[in-house]
């Protein structure tokens, strides 16, 4: 094979090469950006979350045991998405035991592909942290808080929601 083809055969394997070494970094990167993040949180980190006055925030409490709230989780993520350029910021907190943080909670986000902030209670009590969101919850879940600063409106709804539900109480709060 003359030096001439041989050198373009080289350059064009090393283009392949590079083309595929791009777009396996490039669905690496995919991959990982997609891959769910359960950060903790602790009450004193969600009231700064929540203090925003430019935003509406949309709390949801939750549990991968409790039915109705896996039910009406997508809501929140639909709702999410739907006003993603809008002030309005939905975070799902996750109530679940902390031993179930690795081997329940991040392969549930993972498994259902939430596109919402997913964020871990950590709590020492439950009763404690319960009381400081709102005095008045029970403690039974799905539990959602509305808050929005701007107009001093900060509420705590014990029901789940249909998207239709969640939407309304967003429309009327904003």
């Known amino acids: 094979m003359p030096l001439s083809l041989l050198l373009i055969k080289v350059m064009s394997d090393d283009c392949q090469m590079k083309r595929r070494l791009f777009l396996l970094s490039l669905f690496s990167l995919l991959f990982l950006t997609a891959t769910a993040q359960v950060n903790t949180i602790t009450y004193a980190q969600l ?3 929540v ?12 549990a991968t045991w409790c039915e109705p709230c896996v039910k009406e989780l997508p809501y929140f993520d639909q709702l999410q998405q739907k ?5 309005l910021k939905v ?6 035991f902390k031993s179930k943080l690795n081997s329940a ?19 020492n009590n439950d009763q404690e942290f319960i009381d400081a969101v709102d005095k008045d919850w029970s403690g039974a879940l799905p539990a959602t808080l509305l808050v929005n600063t701007k107009k001093g409106i900060r509420k705590l709804y014990e029901q789940t929601f249909s998207y239709k539900e969640l939407n309304n109480i967003y ?4």
Request: aromatic share 12%.
């Open 51 to 62: 203090s925003n006055p430019d935003t509406v925030y949309i709390v949801n409490f939750w």
């Open 105 to 123: 909670v991040t392969p549930f986000v993972k498994k259902h592909k939430m596109q919402a902030e997913v964020d871990f209670a950590d709590r």
């Open 171 to 174: 429309q009327t709060n904003k």
């Open 83 to 87: 006003y993603k350029d809008a002030p």
């Open 47 to 49: 009231e700064q979350r």
């Open 91 to 96: 975070l799902l907190v996750s109530m679940d």
